[in-house]
């Protein structure tokens, strides 16, 4: 575990989380997620971390290791068409990680998920905190869009509203 990892997490205030995101951003984010579930069949959620505790350091838990746990906790994985799709904010580390279903990421290459993950990282260094999640959420979307298009009406199987962890 690299010492400058450990103080930034340390020193990172939780109350961060309510300044880049706040209560509007996480509306836009909600409605984001909603207009872009009607193009589609597919579920997005959407969750911010500011940082792991210490234990996860300790462990030298990865951004990516911690959205894949973040994936199962939050049951992305339970959706009809194995098909949902979480993006993972971790502030303190800004990372990242875009984490699919098997459903979605039997047709979409894992370097199309960085990709959208990279450009979200790159708005939120110049601190375009809500137009980095509203262009990962379109992105994502198109991809599911693509590959699980809207046919009727489809049950939302999981909470729009973004999560703070």
Partial sequence: ????????????PPWW???????????AIKEAIRASEQ???????????ASLPLPALLRDIT?????LEVFAQLGVWDTEENNGVLIYVLLADRDVEI???RGIARHVPVQ????IARRMESAFR???FEEGALAGIAAVGGLLARH????????????????LL
């Fill in 112 to 115: 199309a998920w960085q990709a």
């Fill in 63 to 67: 951004p990516r290791r911690r959205g």
């Fill in 99 to 101: 984490v699919a279903d």
């Fill in 148 to 163: 699980f298009p809207a046919s009727g009406t489809s049950a939302n199987e999981l909470p729009d509203w973004p999560l």
């Fill in 126 to 128: 110049q601190g375009r």
């Fill in 39 to 49: 193009t589609h069949r597919g579920q997005i959620r959407f969750a911010v971390e």
């Fill in 17 to 27: 989380l309510r300044v880049r995101f706040p209560r509007r951003t996480l509306m």
């Fill in 1 to 12: 575990m690299k010492l400058a990892r450990l103080l930034r997490h340390l020193v990172f």
